[in-house]
């Protein structure tokens, strides 16, 4: 009995001081940062409905400058918007910071099999992304430039439609529907358009307007009973995920029944022909020379070495299914704040136009044209940069000791870019900052680091130029 008794505050006293610890963590190590609460940390300021995560770095970030940290539970983060350390933290010391900030409540990357591009680390990141890669070259983006022109008609269809008689619209709910169908149309096994008639579109919406903030508050403050409540999570959707389950299990049967479909078809003699979209282009996808990059990164995970060149169904699910959580808000938000800038700076719209007009002359726009649209190239940069989609997603784990700046960084310990903060600093961007000025000149190492994906070298999407229009 008396030792029971003992062992009671010892283990309180125990689980304090750890969490103590931690929640001092910067302080300990003269790293200035706001500090929250011990247990949780900054949790309840960063998981606010009504203020995003994103404007409360800038906060801080304006308080603090540009190096400091914070802690989410047993979550240690050093948040930087300094250019030379993001530069390291991206390019140059990528072998240092080979995985991304997750919370404990997303799985282990090392041993999830459905581990996707967005979640991976080291060698098998490397994998998924060699094999994925091909899906995004010009080749195969040509293919579905139809099925993305499609669907932008029937976008357009649908504006003028509901804007008849001087309507006014929300642009964010077509912007919405013309990105989930062509998701759908390009990475779901959908054979037309479904715009403003497809069930799924509340379900991905829901998942980004969920408020469970108690998912990533378990995971960063109880790690150890993460992976319980995960396996509880994703087979009891009353526990907060039902909007991802119901999403995830939609990509199983669109995976699923493809496989079944090439199956039949190989037995009925019918030849595969071209791949339609990305779920055939993954069925088919092989990467080139697995080995070679395991074998120049030989201080990855030694756990994940990987030889399988094609990608698993579980892999392809994952693959899908992150390509519609990754492309769907961000890309409709992207359209949404570049059509207010052009509704607001009506000269830029006006000089956009001509380019488009004299640039693509016929009614078809074809993919070859697509490049020749520098001006338009800028509008989207510019527009990207005052207005930085999926920043959270800029942040990296650290996998090995190392320095960043002066700042010694341990295993384990995320670092966040606040990129808000980032791309209207004065000092990079000029006085003229926060001004929509699609002219200028000064996308150099910004542009490349975060639209190159930061991990190795990418192919970049977006040229680093901008162009003199
Ligand atoms: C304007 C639209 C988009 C924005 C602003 C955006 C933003 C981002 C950002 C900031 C990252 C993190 C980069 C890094 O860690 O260095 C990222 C990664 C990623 N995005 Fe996007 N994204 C957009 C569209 C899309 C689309 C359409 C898809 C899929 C079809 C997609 C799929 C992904 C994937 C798979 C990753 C992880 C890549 C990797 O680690 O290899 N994104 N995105």
């Keep these: 009995m008396s030792i029971i008794l ?22 300990r190590r003269g790293i200035t940062g706001p500090l929250g ?12 409905s009504e203020y995003p995560q994103y404007l409360q770095l800038k906060d801080w970030t304006k308080e603090y400058g540009s190096v400091y940290g914070i802690t989410e539970g047993t979550i240690k983060t050093l948040i930087v918007s300094d250019i030379d350390i993001v530069h390291q933290l991206f390019v140059k010391q990528y072998d240092n910071f080979y995985g991304r900030k997750l919370n404990p409540i997303q799985g282990d990357p090392e041993k999830d099999p459905r581990t996707n591009l967005f979640s991976a680390q080291g060698f098998r990141w490397k994998r998924l992304r060699a094999i994925s890669s091909p ?34 619209i929300d642009m964010l709910k077509f912007y919405q529907e013309f990105t989930m169908d062509v998701i759908g149309r390009i990475a779901m096994g959908q054979t037309d358009s479904q715009m403003f008639k497809n069930p799924l579109i509340n379900y991905v919406k829901a998942i980004f307007s969920d408020n469970r903030k108690h998912i990533p508050l378990i995971g ?39 496989i079944a479909q090439r199956e039949k078809d190989a037995e ?7 791949p339609q979209d990305f779920i055939d282009l993954f069925l088919d996808a092989r990467a ?40 769907f808000d961000t890309t409709a938000l992207s359209l949404s704040y570049s059509t207010f800038l052009l509704a607001t700076h009506p000269e830029i719209q006006k000089k956009l136009q001509e380019e488009v007009d004299r640039e693509c002359p016929d009614p078809e726009i074809s993919f070859d044209q697509l490049s020749k649209l520098k001006y338009l190239e800028c509008v ?5 940069r005052l207005y930085p989609l999926g920043t959270l997603a800029n942040s990296r784990r650290c996998m090995r000791a190392t320095k960043l700046g002066n700042i010694e960084v341990e295993p384990g310990t995320m670092v966040q870019v606040d990129t808000w903060s980032l791309h209207t600093d004065k000092k990079i961007w000029g006085d003229d900052a926060n001004e929509f000025r699609p002219e200028r ?13 930061g991990r190795v070298s990418s192919t970049n999407p977006i040229s680093s130029k901008a162009v003199d229009t």
């Excluded at 609460?37 to 606010?48: E, H, M, R, S």
């Excluded at 030694?302 to 492309?327: H, M, P």
Aim: aromatic residues 14%.
């Design 268 to 274: 009925n003699g019918i030849d595969i022909g071209e």
């Design 441 to 453: 000149r000064r996308y150099t190492l910004i542009v490349i680091i975060m639209f190159r994906n």
């Design 6 to 27: 003992l062992a009671i505050p010892t283990i309180f006293i125990g689980f304090l001081s750890y969490y103590l610890w931690i929640w001092t963590y910067w302080r």
């Design 288 to 327: 080139d020379d697995v080995h070679h990059f395991g074998e120049t990164n030989g201080d990855f995970s030694k756990s994940s070495s990987y030889s399988n060149r094609q990608l698993t169904t579980s892999e392809i699910v994952g693959q899908c299914t992150v390509f519609l959580i990754a492309g």
């Design 220 to 258: 960063g403050v109880f790690p150890i009973f993460a992976q319980f409540f995960r396996f509880f999570m994703l087979k009891l959707p009353f526990l907060g995920a039902a909007n991802f389950i119901h999403v995830n299990q939609t990509m199983v049967n669109a995976v699923n029944n493809r």
């Design 135 to 168: 899906t995004f070259s010009n080749n195969s983006l040509r293919k579905i430039n139809l099925t993305v022109e499609d669907s932008a008609l029937e976008l357009l269809r649908h504006i003028e439609e509901q804007t008849a008689g001087g309507k006014q």
């Design 37 to 48: 609460y011990p247990l949780v940390g900054v949790f309840p300021q960063t998981l606010k």
């Design 380 to 384: 989207m940069k510019e527009t990207l």
